[in-house]
């Protein structure tokens, strides 16, 4: 499969290779091939239509720019107008601090950055202000760069991955966003509903699951979330499925029963794949405050992390908790959600990230 | 230090002040100056701070200082004054029309708890003998209006569906049948959504011209970062809001986002929506609120509580015993006994200052089984034991835990988490005999 491929790829490589007719060739398994019969007519004319669904490279690239437009005139503009002919002085490096803070970057984040800045001026003997901006967009690369990784799935199937996260993040669209992608190369995609808790959250899901053409394994509402994870892993397995995500109930990290049955959720599908999970994603809402940097650390007390989704980045939310937490947690971005549309998730990638923030 | 708490923070800072006849402007500046970092890591949002941090200044320089409190003590008392004051001084209620139905409209963005917030809503007014009517508007997410009628469902309270229509024409029917069906209120649960979609925001005002509520209420999420003032000032513009309920409170998030929309819109707070159970909507306590944005807990909450538990005269044995050292298992368990009494581990742990922040103290953050379980092992031992649980061998073990029906590890887990107990307790006396010497020891709660 071309699965390492494509999640390896950064944002606008990506755009370019997905039409590429050679992933189309490498299909182990035809669309109509015996797995196929488990879906509804309903379901696959849904799912083929979904696959349908162009996506250009300037497409992607405009949609991420669109997305990141909000970010970017709050954020960048202000500096501008801040760095505007003038000297190097502490009200500049106040009101640095001030943007930073207002963006949800947080103070010790903040400081940290302010104070490195603030060393290279002295010691590059820098006096131009308009030096500033540069300074600080490198700083802020370095930050994102360091522990970047793209999400990245393993050549054996099924991979799988399981997405966490405090309550109304947006776990079940992310994943159905996730499903969508992966539908795209014409992956075989199983969803595990494992938010049996959450009023008709299983409901949701089984709409994502309908629309991308993926096949979803529920139980009822208040079912064991871990026979859910059980029955998905086997079923993943029994349809040789490409891809397993499951989903989880939205929990507070505070709750400590309900952190130590996401434990188990998690102990269960190890057990049962028989191999640790190939990506476990904490979904954090990009209008979050600091507060995140406290679910970052109770979750992965929990769960052994390994990237994070930020989602609702097309609002007025800078997201830069996302500094944060690659600074106190050196926790990765993996994917970020900029839109209510089925496309709008897409590789997180510091480089044009902060390019497009710059722009 | 982003996750000590202010008082141990301010502490540090006035260690080396003297306690003066009058606040001068520099203990004012020093004091603010911690005030200030709390606050913005408790996400109030930075222009709300400044100005904040302004007026406290211009209050507490020249102020007397009492003669029980240092200058840090004083300044808090005084943000923290400010800071009640600021956040709406007493309840609010929501005001019901005087010709029913009263219609109530649940706005806000994506995820903020609008649909099990609404259920919660419904319920209190159920308890309060009315017959509200749930109106099922969110026809944009997937499962929503299902989501809603379950809700409805675990409260006991009828929902108005038509699928997945046009709102402003749900909103219609939804009064027009409480109107048949004798519901006195309406409680329209609304689709979340950004506050610059104007499409969608003009929705809203569609729903408002053609209902007219008389209550409009902004469910806002206590994780909201520096974002939640420009949220609230769109809302308010575009709808006129009438309050702020906030939601996910039984977390750890220090809740800045509420004197943010409290100070940038000016309408009152009205509930306070913890726990994912129906029951969990409560009055909103700004003085509470106050002292846990200022990363203090929710002492007055856990004061209270112990108040109405705890044995006074057992207390204060216990505290002697601390003094001297003299600790037992007995006392142990008479403490978790106690402690029992007051409710739910997990809730109390959340209202101690730096709680469940600190790594190491969440340790003892026990959920109440496991409280049994702790009991039932010291219940197996014998007096000897439980007075000098030295004496404890790999023996006396076995046939603790086999008495009590749990494992060895498990005794000796106890048997550790003990002794920390005493040698914690061992260090605060010593810390406190310190602080009588003098030292200008700064504790904000004795």
């Known amino acids: 499969m071309m699965l390492r491929k494509l999640f390896s790829r950064g944002g606008k490589k990506e755009a370019k290779v997905m039409p590429d007719p050679r992933i189309n060739d490498d299909q182990v398994k035809p669309e109509g091939g015996a797995d196929a019969g488990l879906l509804t007519d309903a379901e696959r004319s849904q799912g083929s239509e979904a696959n ?28 501008g107008q801040i760095l505007a002919g003038r000297g190097i002085d502490e009200d500049l490096f106040d009101e640095l601090e001030e943007i930073l803070i207002q963006a949800d970057v947080g103070v010790a984040t903040t400081l940290e950055l302010i104070g490195r800045i603030r060393q290279r001026v002295e010691t590059e003997r820098i006096t131009d202000s308009n030096a500033i901006q540069g300074l600080l967009k490198a700083e802020i690369k370095d930050l994102l760069s360091r522990d970047h990784q793209p999400l990245a799935l393993p050549d054996h199937t099924p991979a799988a991955i399981m997405v966490v996260g405090v ?19 014409h992956a075989k995609v199983v969803l595990g509903a494992a938010d ?73 599908t190890t057990r049962e794949l028989g191999r640790d999970l190939d990506e476990v994603l904490l979904v954090v809402d990009a209008t979050t405050g600091q507060n995140a940097l406290s679910q970052a650390k109770l979750f992965s007390e929990s769960v052994p992390l390994t990237g994070i989704v930020l989602t609702k980045l097309d609002g007025t939310a800078k997201g830069g908790i996302i500094l944060a937490l690659a600074n106190e947690l050196r926790l990765p971005v993996k994917l970020i959600g900029v839109g209510e549309q089925m496309r709008d998730l897409q590789d997180f990638d510091p480089i044009s990230f902060t390019e497009a923030l710059f722009n | 230090m982003p996750f000590a708490n202010l008082s ?22 020093t004091a603010l100056r911690e005030v200030r970092l709390a606050l913005l890591e408790a996400d109030v949002n930075y222009l709300v701070v400044k100005d904040f941090i302004a007026k406290v200044k211009e209050r507490a320089v020249g102020h007397q200082v009492l003669a029980s409190l240092s200058p840090g003590q004083q300044v808090i008392k005084i943000v923290n004054e400010e800071l009640t004051s600021l956040m709406g001084g007493t309840q609010s209620k929501i005001s019901l029309a005087s010709k029913p139905p009263t219609i109530i409209m649940m706005v806000g963005l994506q995820g903020s708890g609008k649909t099990t917030t609404s259920g919660k809503l419904a319920l209190h007014f159920k308890g309060k003998g009315h017959r509200p009517l749930l109106a099922a508007a969110d026809i944009y997410r997937p499962a929503a209006v299902k989501q809603l009628i379950v809700v409805g469902e675990q409260v006991n309270v009828p929902v108005f569906s038509m699928g997945e229509t046009n709102p402003v024409d749900i909103a219609k029917a939804a009064v027009a049948h409480a109107k048949t069906h004798g519901n006195d209120i309406v409680i329209i649960d609304t689709a979340g959504r950004l506050h610059i979609d104007t499409e969608l925001m003009h929705e809203l005002e569609e729903i408002k011209r053609s209902v007219n509520p008389h209550e409009i209420l902004l469910i806002v999420d206590s994780m909201t970062g520096q974002e939640a003032v420009s949220v609230a000032v769109s809302f308010d513009q575009q709808l006129g809001i009438d309050g702020v309920i906030l939601t996910k409170l039984d977390g750890d998030a220090r809740g800045g986002a ?34 846990r944005i200022l990363g203090m807990g929710d002492v007055l ?30 006392d142990f368990r008479e403490q978790l006994a106690q402690i029992k009494k007051m409710g739910p581990l997990d809730q109390l742990l959340g209202m101690i200052p730096g709680m469940g922040k600190l790594g190491q103290m969440r340790d003892l953050a026990v959920d109440d089984s496991h409280l049994k379980r702790i009991e039932a092992i010291i219940s197996s031992m014998t007096v000897e034991e439980r007075r000098n649980p030295d004496i404890i061998g790999g023996s006396r073990k076995r046939r603790i835990a086999a008495g009590s029906g749990t494992r060895v590890q498990e005794v000796n887990r106890l048997l550790k988490q003990f002794n920390q107990t005493r040698q914690m307790m061992k260090q605060f006396s010593e810390m406190e005999r310190r602080g009588r010497k003098g030292k200008g020891g700064f504790n904000l709660f004795r």
């Open chain 1, 52 to 79: 349908t669904e162009e996506v250009t490279p300037q497409g992607l690239f405009a949609r991420l720019k669109q997305g990141l437009t909000k970010t970017r005139t709050g954020f960048i503009d202000r500096i």
């Open chain 1, 167 to 185: 309550n109304g993040v947006g776990k079940t669209t992310t994943i159905g966003k996730l499903a969508y992608r992966i539908k795209q190369n």
């Open chain 1, 196 to 268: 049996t808790f959450r009023a008709a959250a299983v409901d949701q899901l089984r709409v994502w699951a309908n629309r991308v053409g993926a096949d979803l394994i529920a139980h009822q509402e208040g079912a064991d979330p871990s026979a859910v994870a059980f029955d998905s892993v086997a079923a993943a397995k029994a349809r040789s499925a490409d891809v397993l995500i499951i989903d989880t109930a939205g929990r507070l990290h505070t709750k400590t029963n309900l952190m130590a049955e996401l434990g188990k959720v998690y102990r269960v």
């Open chain 2, 8 to 29: 141990s923070r301010l502490q540090e800072t006035f260690r080396k002040l003297r306690a003066r006849g009058k606040l001068t402007d520099k203990d004012v500046d």
């Open chain 2, 258 to 291: 509420a004197l943010s929309v409290k100070a940038v819109t000016g309408k009152p707070i009205k509930f306070a929506a913890m726990s994912e159970k129906m029951d969990g909507l409560e009055v909103f306590h700004p003085d509470r609120m106050a002292s």
């Open chain 2, 301 to 330: 909450s856990l004061i209270e509580k112990a108040e109405a538990t705890f044995d006074e005269q057992k207390a204060k044995e216990l505290t002697e015993k601390m003094r001297r050292d003299a600790f037992t298992l007995e």
